[in-house]
């Protein structure tokens, strides 16, 4: 089995081609770098990585979930561990990570997103550090450089480290948790030779903390496990000969350890499920979605295709070269997706595309490797058609809107009036409205404040956000009786509200003045006739 790493140092005919100018020879390997012009190509690349996070991290407003992550990391710690799980669809660890970042750096846009900035540009350094770290070789820590060039240019990347939610951090864990396996599979997998000191505690203590981390991040975490270990088990099965009793073991002892680190959060867990399995839920899935979890691997739509050439041409390179890493990463590309999409379609919908971000880090390492297996000639062209077509991407995105709450709410405060009702529902835009709107009138909730639990009615989003339902009518008329103007703020009424209770009232009484919008939430103001 030949590594990425060792073939350029060890093969001749690679240790020319490297002394060739440029990239073409330059990621054959050759001589590993020196250890300053190493660790200065990873400062360049993760400050290109820092400056391509920073526009409009706060310039844009919250949207909603990001809205939820200020609010729950306000909540207090005991609350945050005991109470909310029994409404809320996340786990608290990222909320309790951000509540003790935001104490130390305050709870504006800029800083509340921050954590996710930082941990999106780690993950970018890492990949080339862990392969340096590794001892893989030459070739494969400039391999690892051109993966996090890519990562860092990546516009889902961007995206969701200047997003207050935890996705970008379970990039950062669910990349360390693929390194690990890799590793683990590799020690696993090549003959023991005398000599070689074997660092097998070490990747199954790493594989065992990463992974855990991914669990504690999100609850779909348990499909990226699944994925991780399965694949090593067909890794091994399928592409080695070494001793089986040692491989069950060590792959065994990693996933009980992942699984122990895991277990306190077990409880809260199976009350979160028990609550989902109530839920009408919001999502709504078909087979075709599937490729949304591409796009935001790949970088954007305009990547499908070359990323996924790419990452064939990987693919193929390691079926010749690394049978165990070809199983390995191919149950952790697919599964995830496959599970999830299955669970959505037989069990309950839970599939949306922006939970395999954690993907993207290895879909770039295969890119990266993709473009080193391409005749010299080739690579350099090859890589700047992915890094205009990346950079396409990015200015798409700085130049895309999300939900205005900022602008809206601050209108709404400017022009209330003494006297003013302002309504607001599904009672979750208590959220936005907590954290934009401090002075002003007092809103009303319909049909209450956040969270309404266990009311008899539909719940859609969660358990502590429920649907509008007849009986919110006699209420809605006694809060309307005597009042000249009338604000409402809504957000997604298709969902919360689609019989259209709220605006039968309001039309029923009332005509509508003006209306505000915010790209996907709306303020109106209607006075009455």
């Excluded at 140092?9 to 081609?17: D, E, F, K, V, Y």
């Excluded at 440029?22 to 190509?41: E, N, Q, T, V």
């Excluded at 003494?418 to 002003?440: C, H, I, T, W």
Aim: hydrophobic share 50%; glycine share 8%.
């Amino acid at each position: 089995m030949d590594l990425p790493g060792k073939e350029g140092a060890l093969n001749p005919a690679h240790g020319s081609r490297a002394r060739r100018a440029g990239i073409a020879g330059w990621l054959d390997g050759g001589l590993p770098l020196a250890r300053s012009r190493f660790m200065l190509l990873c400062g360049a690349i993760g400050l290109l990585a820092l400056l391509l996070r920073l526009p409009t991290l706060s310039s844009r407003s919250l949207w909603l979930d990001e809205t939820y992550s200020a609010w729950f990391s306000a909540v207090p710690l005991r609350a945050l561990w005991t109470q909310v799980p029994l409404y809320e669809t996340h786990p608290p660890f990222y909320y309790t990570l951000l509540k003790a970042w935001s104490a130390l750096f305050g709870r504006s846009e800029a800083a509340l997103r921050s954590l996710c900035v930082l941990a999106s540009v780690l993950t970018v350094v890492l990949i080339p550090v862990c392969a340096r770290w590794a001892r893989l070789g030459a070739r494969a820590e400039r391999i690892g450089l051109l993966a996090a060039l890519l990562l860092a240019v990546n516009a889902n990347s961007i995206l969701f480290a200047q997003q207050a939610r935890p996705y970008a951090i379970h990039a950062l864990a669910g990349m360390l948790a693929v390194f690990f396996s890799c590793m683990l599979v590799l020690d696993l997998a090549r003959p023991s030779a005398p000599g070689h000191r074997s660092r097998l505690g070490t990747w199954a203590a790493g594989l065992a903390l990463s992974a855990s981390l991914t669990l504690w991040l999100h609850n779909t975490g348990v499909f990226a496990a699944f994925g991780i270990w399965t694949g090593m088990t067909a890794g091994l099965l399928l592409g080695s000969s070494g001793a089986r009793a040692r491989q069950a073991t060590a792959v065994g002892l990693a996933g009980l350890g992942a699984l122990l680190l895991w277990s306190p959060f077990l409880p809260m867990l199976l009350r979160q499920s028990a609550a989902m399995a109530k839920l009408s839920y919001w999502i709504r899935f078909s087979p075709g979605k599937i490729t949304g979890a591409w796009t935001v691997m790949s970088g954007g739509q305009l990547l499908h295709y070359p990323m996924l050439a790419l990452v064939l041409l990987a693919f193929a390179w390691l079926w010749k070269r690394s049978r165990p890493h070809f199983w390995l990463l191919a149950y952790t590309m697919a599964l995830p997706i496959l599970a999830m999409g299955a669970y959505s379609l037989l069990v309950k919908p839970v599939f949306l595309s922006r939970l395999f971000e954690w993907l993207a880090p290895l879909t770039m390492a295969l890119a990266a490797l993709g473009i080193a297996t391409l005749r010299p000639a080739w690579r350099l062209p090859v890589l700047a058609l992915v890094l205009a077509l990346s950079a396409w991407e990015v200015q798409a995105f700085y130049r895309s809107h999300t939900e205005n709450w900022r602008e809206m709410l601050a209108q709404l405060q400017r022009e209330a009036r003494p006297g003013d009702l302002v309504l607001a529902f599904p009672n979750e835009v208590q959220m936005p409205v907590s954290y934009y709107m401090k002075r002003g009138p007092a809103v009303s909730y319909l049909p209450g404040p956040f969270p309404a639990l266990g009311l008899a009615r539909r719940y859609t989003g969660n358990a502590g956000a429920p649907d509008i339902a007849p009986e919110d009518a006699a209420r809605l008329r006694s809060l309307l009786w005597g009042r000249h103007r009338v604000w409402l703020i809504e957000r997604r009424a298709d969902l919360y509200d689609p019989d259209g209770l709220v605006k039968k009232e309001l039309d029923a009484c009332c005509r509508l003045v003006r209306k505000l919008e915010g790209n996907g939430a709306d303020v109106s103001l209607y006075e009455v006739d």
